[in-house]
């Protein structure tokens, strides 16, 4: 796996008062800029794309949406058509059946208002959104068909790190493809990681890891109650941890909301988590490799959802946790 060079301390692109191309530190974006998917994480992303002195078509269906991205800098637009003329189209949207729709058009309209059959010869659709191997792989075959580029591009990190531009970006794609949109890259995240020129490839790392953070936050949930039922101060037990063998950005960011009992009402939440394990299992399922503590996390997340934690971030599988060992649970939310 080869990493692609971007800068976390990249600066900020001057805004040019011609048509000239955009130039930032990885090269130029030359061409307009769709986005579609303006939740948390989507406005928040074309918001630092259009602080950086983009041009950004952002595509709604709500007209209630338009004042608000507008603040952001955004072009809002409720006609999908104003996406067809730009040279470069980000989605970042939350399933397969999403960006399904995007790329063929809506069900009672297929194919007459999809990027695949509307989008310009050589255009490029980048999909940051987490989805299916087998989807990436329909998506890229239906642009390659209609003579455009597909480029595979989820990130982690969640909207502060967006905000923040901390992402870490995972681009998989034809190579000439993705560096004409290391520029986009750059403005987005910290450092960009290529994997291939397959667009699933991308995918498949994006399932993996966020199924590793999802047992890391099983476990953590684990360990924590045990500590709290034997009468130990979960606080001072997570210090101990991340200040020793367990430092890393799961461990302290969402160990600090199981120990102190502190479940977000938002952020990742349960039936999103619960997609992308179900995803990753049957990745694994294809490839006959047994994923036992994945498929425990997976039954966790149905309990939370069927005792109403839908709405939660999935660090309450902390809650799910303690509540298994018999814990009371003194439980704060808050919405974000």
Not at 62 to 73: I, S, V, W
Not at 104 to 113: A, I, K
Request: proline letters at 4%; aromatic letters at 6%.
């Amino acid at each position: 796996m080869r990493q692609q060079d971007s800068n976390a301390t990249t600066a900020m692109p001057v805004v040019p008062t011609n048509d000239a191309p955009l130039q930032t530190a990885g090269g130029s974006i030359r061409g307009r800029i769709g986005f579609v998917g303006l939740g948390r994480m989507g406005s928040v992303m074309a918001a630092n794309l259009a602080a950086g002195g983009c041009r950004v078509t952002a595509y709604i269906r709500r007209p209630d949406r338009a004042e608000e991205l507008a603040a952001l800098g955004l072009h809002p637009s409720l006609d999908i058509e104003d996406l067809f003329e730009c040279d470069i189209v980000i989605s970042m949207l939350p399933d397969d059946a999403a960006v399904h729709g995007i790329v063929f058009g809506r069900g009672d309209q297929l194919g007459l208002d999809g990027l695949a059959s509307s989008l310009m010869p050589g255009a490029v659709h980048l999909s940051m959104s987490t989805i299916s191997t087998a989807a990436a792989a329909r998506f890229a075959s239906e642009h390659t068909r209609c003579n455009q580029h597909y480029v595979a591009a989820p990130v982690f990190g969640n909207p502060d790190a967006a905000k923040a531009r901390e992402l870490f970006i995972i681009a998989a794609g034809e190579p000439d493809h993705v560096a004409r949109i290391q520029p986009i890259f750059d403005l987005l995240g910290q450092r960009t990681f290529y994997v291939g020129a397959d667009p699933a490839s991308a995918n498949l790392v994006k399932l993996a890891g966020n199924v590793m953070t999802a047992t890391a936050l099983e476990m953590l949930g684990e360990v924590l109650s045990l500590v709290r039922k034997r009468g130990l101060d979960a606080e001072m037990f997570l210090d101990i941890l991340t200040s020793t063998m367990f430092g890393g950005r799961v461990h302290k960011i969402y160990g600090a909301k199981i120990a102190a009992q502190r479940y977000v009402a938002s952020g990742f939440i349960f039936p999103l988590a619960l997609k992308d394990v179900r995803l990753a299992l049957a990745e694994a399922e294809a490839a006959s490799v047994p994923m036992p503590s994945v498929s425990v996390v997976r039954d966790r997340l149905i309990t939370g959802i069927a005792r109403g934690y839908a709405n939660l971030d999935w660090s309450a599988l902390g809650l799910v946790a303690a509540q298994e060992a018999g814990l009371a649970t003194n439980i704060e939310t808050k919405q974000t």
